[in-house]
């Protein structure tokens, strides 16, 4: 019995690791406001495209971004939602846009 609550608890705590959707983040984390519900339709025309792109290097980019390691003149409205996602939130974005065609 005290063996069968410590497998739920257990399964309780790290279920949000394994439920990290990269689809559903993308929605909800506002992703597709600006990059398009595909992620190859921004709202403007000097908004990155993003489907396909190296999940290496979006997932680096977007690292960049938060931490200001990476500013342009266009980097500000990326970076105000970049506090919307931790790293591992960030990997699983990337991962997902990585397979879109
Ligand atoms: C308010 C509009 C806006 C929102 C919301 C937004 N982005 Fe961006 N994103 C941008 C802009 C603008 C850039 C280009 C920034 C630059 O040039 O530094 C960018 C850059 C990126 C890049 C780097 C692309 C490259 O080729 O280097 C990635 C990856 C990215 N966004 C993913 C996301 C993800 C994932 C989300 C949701 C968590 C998101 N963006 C939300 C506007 C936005």
Redesign the pocket.
Known sequence: MKQTLLIAAALAVSAPAFALDGAT??KE???L???GKDAKT???P???K?AG?NAA??EQ??KD?KSGA??????A??K???H??NDA??KA??EY?SKLK
């Not at 990476?70 to 980097?75: A, I, V």
């Open positions: 983040l993308y984390k506002t992703c406001t600006c990059h921004p709202i403007m000097n908004y990155p993003l792109q290097y979006a980019q977007m971004i990476r500013s342009n003149g266009q980097t409205a990326m105000g939602v970049m919307l996602v939130e960030i974005l990337s846009l």
